[in-house]
């Protein structure tokens, strides 16, 4: 692995591979991320409402995610948007849990509410915008609940490997990286899906490296085919919007799939990922 290339991530010793096979398997609720099976986590950019949550929970799981997601306490750019409903958003997602099994991934946006979000979440999510909030890195690496690491839009591969070696220095191991597209000169879509990231970090890093293409793109119609492109990147899982409704959805409804678009991006998935040699990502009953 030398070269000289590899020197510029030397701050992040301990999310580097020290060998070419190692690898940091992430282990959730019996589901392996980065174990060999492609891992999709879908489900509402918000918690909106118990049926909407409930719905998309029911319907993910049946096309073959493994783990929910659904913001609660939401990062939002105008202090007039939907802000998340907190607390009661947590406890819808916990709900889901118990009535689908699905493991569940929540953002947590302040160090201060890392306990509580913990006492709820299977994974914390940290958001692009917080990838630098090292105060939050360790409040939530310290709840020892695993970490789903969001590539901050303007962040480096580099930075992105600081961020998960901060996470790893505070005695948490199970970070999961995550590229969800960065900030380039196009303004077509949201952001620029970088799939060279993921090849990358696949390479050099021993985390498993999950894809995000709904923030990537911004535009529902383009997310299936960068999630393809993400298996064929060697990514370890997906992290994906759906709504039951994206027309009347609180927040990024513009790049969120609806149920048959779900459905057939997954059923479309499995084949990409059998030829990769991953398993499956869809029950046997979709495919
Ligand atoms: C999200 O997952 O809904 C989100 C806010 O993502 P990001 O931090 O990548 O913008
Ligand atoms: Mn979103």
Request: hydrophobic fraction near 45%.
């Amino acid at each position: 692995m030398g070269g000289g290339w590899i020197e510029q991530f030397a701050d992040a010793p301990d999310v580097l591979k020290s060998a070419p096979d190692q690898k940091t398997v992430v282990w959730v609720r019996g589901v392996a991320i980065g174990g060999g099976e492609f891992v999709t986590m879908a489900g509402p950019c918000s918690v909106e409402t118990e049926r909407q949550l409930m719905e998309t929970a029911e319907r993910v799981a049946a096309a073959g995610a493994r783990v929910l997601r659904g913001g609660a306490f939401k990062p939002r750019s105008s202090p007039y948007a939907f802000q998340g409903l907190g607390l009661e958003g947590l406890k819808l997602l916990a709900a889901a849990r118990e009535a689908t099994g699905l493991a569940i991934v929540t953002e947590v946006m302040a160090a201060a509410d890392a306990p509580l979000v913990a006492e709820y979440a299977d994974i914390l999510q940290i958001g692009s915008r917080s990838m630098e909030n090292y105060a939050l890195l360790e409040a939530a690496a310290k709840t020892g609940r695993p970490i789903l690491l969001k590539r901050g839009m303007v962040a480096t591969v580099a930075d992105l490997l600081r961020s998960a070696q901060c996470v790893v220095s505070y005695g948490n191991p199970n970070v999961i990286l995550c590229e969800r597209g960065i900030r380039t000169f196009e303004t077509a879509t949201r952001n620029t899906f970088d799939v060279t990231a993921i090849v990358m970090l696949k390479e050099i890093a021993r985390l498993p490296v999950i894809a995000d293409p709904s923030h990537a793109a911004g535009r529902r119609s383009l997310v299936p085919a960068l999630a393809r492109s993400a298996v064929a990147a060697g990514a370890d899982g997906l992290l994906v919007e759906v709504h039951p409704h994206p027309d009347e959805a609180w927040s990024d409804g513009e790049q969120s799939l609806t149920f048959a678009e779900f459905d057939a991006m997954m059923a479309e998935l499995a084949p990409w990922c059998e030829l990769r040699g991953a398993r499956s990502c869809v029950p046997e009953t979709v495919a």
